[in-house]
């Protein structure tokens, strides 16, 4: 009985000096999840982006997609963010509300302005998905044509088409959207 007892501690010791030797767990592998905001460009895409002829749903039109400049990208990557700005926006117009009067005198409609929840912005290409409390959920897929902005910044916001997409608002569906360039005021 004395042997087996000796037995079983000593196989029990091995065990433990051995598993000593083993390495803990393996790490846990890197995420291979996408960032949720990124933008990889080139040139200057910065502007905003009209719609080419009037798209409405509901009582909202869809009035421009804004686009920042470099440091409005890096900056909101890096994690500082506002409520009210990111570097790349939807606006919409209510159409049905009287206009009101801006603080610099411009009369303008209510608007409802849609910050990202994701995006990827490139040379070639401009995806967002965003929410805001009027519209729900928005996305946008959107086809980027390099050669068409540069003419039209060339020409400060030439009326050709630059971006052609899909606009998605809530559980609508989506429409198709061609857009041009404007560089703002």
Request: negative net charge.
């Amino acid at each position: 009985m004395r042997i087996r007892i000796l037995a079983v501690v000593g196989i029990a010791a091995l065990c433990a000096m051995a598993s000593c030797d083993r390495p803990d767990a393996p790490p846990e592998a890197p995420s291979t999840a996408a960032p949720a905001f990124r933008h990889n460009m080139s040139a200057d895409l910065s502007g905003y982006y009209m719609p080419a002829s009037e798209v409405r749903i509901g009582k909202w039109s869809f009035n421009h997609i804004f686009v920042g400049q470099a440091q409005e990208f890096q900056a909101w990557e890096g994690g500082s963010r506002s409520g009210m700005f990111g570097p790349v926006m939807l606006q919409f117009d209510d159409v049905t509300s009287p206009m009101v009067q801006t603080e610099i005198g411009e009369a303008r409609s209510l608007t409802a302005r849609v910050l990202p929840t994701a995006y990827s912005v490139t040379d070639t290409r401009i995806s967002f998905e965003g929410r805001s409390a009027e519209l729900g959920a928005v996305r946008f897929e959107g086809a980027l044509e390099p050669g068409a902005l540069a003419t039209s910044r060339r020409n400060l916001g030439d009326e050709g088409v630059v971006v052609t997409g899909t606009l998605t608002v809530g559980s609508g569906p989506a429409r198709n959207v061609r857009l041009r360039w404007w560089g703002g005021d």
